[in-house]
């Protein structure tokens, strides 16, 4: 048989040149991006330290006594009144500033870490298109940022009902509420909080596009959010102070008054909201025109 005559394999591809076959969306499924991070030592670190914080606080309180002055109604005062009272507490504790850095580290280190490998190129020669890219990092991360705030939750009420009991929830306000309808309260303030956090995703997602280097992208936000905490204490901006993103990060112990108002809750909520959209928008145009070369 001449070799003109052997018979030749052909690959049918599509008018704009891929393979046949090929499927944008069975890339980089979500199931296989978040098995690898929750692989990785930095997340299995930061949920680990999220779960041992409650057992650190109850060892304080503990070695403290329990002679603290519990007539000034401070929310460390009433810490260990009851399992709730311990979640308030944790709560107040790692809002301003814990959380912020563990979802900054999700977001900011999502696309900038692949940069530092050099591994970035070579998911996009798969090829993996850029928004579907951007979009599962961002849903891994999402997850990941999830599940340290329902860990820090979840323990913190654990062991605070095992330690203290499941008893009513005494606010600063002077005024108890049942552990049910606290639950309930809580719940809402906690949703808040994961909201008020789009804002950080958004900025770290943005930062992690524009850099290669991981630690820039986690401290450039961890910065501005620590810039904007400092703007805000500062009353002679006046009502500029709203505009700020994170003004809002406290009115999720709103829900501990009697009577729940839900004006800061929306404000707050919008606002971060606004921002995440806007920090996203940079960030996928960013992304979708950025010359790849790590």
Do not use: C
């Amino acid at each position: 048989m001449s070799a003109d005559s052997r018979p030749t394999t052909t690959t049918e591809a599509h008018p704009d040149g891929r393979v046949a076959g090929y499927t944008p969306a069975g890339t980089l499924s979500l199931r296989t991006e978040l098995t690898r991070q929750f692989t990785r030592r930095r997340t299995q670190l930061s949920l680990g330290f999220l779960a041992l914080l409650p057992v650190i606080m109850a060892i304080a309180f503990t070695v403290g006594g329990s002679d603290s002055d519990t007539a000034s109604g401070s929310l460390i005062d009433l810490g260990t009144q009851s399992g709730v009272n311990f979640l308030v507490f944790a709560l107040f504790v790692s809002v301003g500033f814990l959380l912020i850095v563990v979802v900054a580290l999700f977001f900011g280190d999502a696309i900038a870490s692949e940069a530092s490998w050099s591994s970035l190129r070579y998911l996009l020669a798969v090829p993996v298109p850029r928004g579907r890219l951007l979009r599962q990092k961002a849903l891994v991360s999402a997850i990941l940022s999830l599940a340290a705030l329902f860990t820090l939750v979840g323990v913190s009420l654990i062991l605070g009902s095992v330690l203290y009991g499941v008893g009513s929830l005494v606010s600063p306000f002077g005024d108890a509420l049942s552990f049910g309808l606290s639950i309930g309260r809580l719940a809402i303030g906690v949703v808040f909080i994961a909201i008020n956090l789009t804002w950080v995703a958004g900025l770290a997602l943005a930062l992690s596009v524009s850099t290669d280097a991981p630690l820039g992208a986690v401290g450039g936000t961890v910065m501005v959010s620590i810039v904007a905490q400092i703007l805000d204490q500062i009353t002679a901006l006046g009502s500029l102070r709203n505009l700020l993103p994170g003004h809002y990060s406290t009115s999720w112990t709103s829900v501990l008054s009697p009577t729940l108002s839900w004006n800061d809750l929306l404000d707050g909520a919008f606002s971060s909201l606004a921002y995440a959209t806007i920090f996203g928008i940079i960030a996928w145009r960013r992304f979708a025109t950025k010359d790849i070369t790590s």
